[in-house]
C-alpha cells in the first residue's frame, strides 16, 4: 500500500495528540512520521510556436532548502509536450536522487487532472508521454500531483523559459 503525502499529512496530525499514541510502537511510528523529509517538485514547460523552440524547467525542495534544479531546451514542441517533458525530467531527476514522497506542483491543469485520471487523454502524442510519465511514477513510493497558479512556480517558470532560450547554446 502506497500513502499520498495528504494522507501522511493526515497522519502526523491524528498522532499528534498523544492519548492516539498509547503504546511504544505507536510512539515510534510518530517519530518516523515526524522525521520524514518533505520532498517537493515544481515544474513547467515552455513554448514559442513562432521560433519552434520549447523549454522545460524544474526545482526540487526538500523542506523548502532548494536541493536541485534543471532548465532544458526542447525543439519544435507544444506547450503541453513540453509541460509533459517538464514532469517527465522532474520525475526521472527525482528518482535518480532517490527522492520517493514527493509532492509534485505544476501549473498545467491539463497535464495535472489527466495524470489524476480526472481527463482523459485523447490526443496520439500526449497519450505516449502520459503513459511514460505513468510508468516513472510507478517507481514512488507515495506521490500526489497538484495543480497551482503560474504566479506560484515562478521559479519553474523561469527556468523552462531559459531552457527555450537554450537554442543558441
Known amino acids: 500500500m ?3 503525502n495528504k494522507e501522511i499529512d493526515d497522519l502526523k496530525n491524528h498522532f499528534k495528540d498523544e492519548k492516539n499514541r498509547d503504546n511504544s510502537e505507536l510512539e515510534l511510528f510518530y517519530k518516523k512520521l515526524e522525521e520524514y ?3 517537493t517538485l515544481y515544474v513547467d514547460g515552455a513554448a514559442d510556436l513562432h521560433s519552434k523552440t520549447a ?3 524544474g526545482v526540487i525542495y526538500n523542506s523548502d532548502e532548494e536541493i536541485f534544479s534543471f532548465s532544458e531546451y526542447l525543439h519544435d514542441s507544444t506547450n503541453n509536450e513540453a509541460e509533459y517533458g517538464a514532469l517527465i525530467a522532474g520525475l526521472k531527476y ?5 527522492l520517493l514522497n514527493p509532492t509534485i ?3 498545467s491543469e491539463l497535464i495535472v487532472k ?3 485520471g480526472e481527463y482523459r487523454v485523447k490526443n496520439d502524442r500526449m497519450i505516449t508521454l502520459y503513459n511514460e510519465v505513468i510508468n516513472l511514477l510507478s517507481n514512488f513510493k507515495s ?3 497538484i495543480h497551482v497558479l503560474r ?5 519553474a517558470d523561469k527556468l523552462a523559459n531559459e531552457g527555450r532560450k537554450k537554442v543558441n547554446i
Open 94 to 98: 527525482l528518482i535518480k536522487l532517490n
Open 2 to 4: 502506497k500513502l499520498n
Open 37 to 39: 523529509n518533505k520532498i
Open 114 to 116: 489527466q495524470v489524476n
Open 105 to 107: 506542483y505544476s501549473d
Open 143 to 145: 506521490w500526489s500531483l
Open 55 to 57: 523549454g522545460i524547467g
Open 151 to 155: 504566479d506560484k512556480n515562478i521559479v
